[in-house]
């Protein structure tokens, strides 16, 4: 059973940092895509970042590109999202997903192409 649990998240005004963890069991983390996720109350869930299963590739949403980092460590089986310059809209719960995709160097856009999700963390961004 593949589990995924995330920390870092917290409350932090408008211009700081917050670094995202999460950390995966049951199966090496290299055996899967990666990808963050938000989900603001009243909004749909949206993908911040992906990543290839060898972390050569990522992908940002265009909302968040310059100021966060996604990375992964598979030695370590846990992927980060070092967050930048955040904006009272980045308010969310953060989520973590694995992917079984079978290439090594490609990404993830799509949610139900993930098949192992975090509970989530809260950001919260004041003004």
């Known amino acids: 059973q593949v589990q995924l649990v995330e920390s870092g998240g917290g409350w932090v005004q408008a211009g700081g940092s917050l670094r995202l963890a999460c950390t995966i069991s049951?199966?090496?983390?290299?055996?899967?895509?990666l990808g963050w996720f938000r989900q603001a109350p009243g909004k749909e869930r949206e993908l911040v970042a992906a990543?290839?299963?060898?972390?050569?590739?990522?992908t940002y949403s265009e909302s968040v590109k310059g100021r966060f980092t996604a990375s992964r460590d598979n030695a370590k089986n846990t992927t980060y999202l070092q967050m930048n310059s955040l904006k009272p809209e980045d308010t969310a719960v953060y989520s973590c997903?694995?992917?079984?995709?079978?290439?090594?160097?490609?990404?993830?856009?799509?949610?139900?192409?993930?098949?192992?999700w975090g509970q989530g963390t809260q950001v919260t961004v004041s003004s």
């Open positions: 997903a694995a992917s079984r995709q079978p290439l090594e160097n490609n990404v993830v856009l799509k949610i139900p192409w993930y098949d192992y």
């Open positions: 049951g199966r090496p983390s290299i055996n899967y895509a």
């Open positions: 990543l290839s299963r060898s972390g050569g590739r990522t």
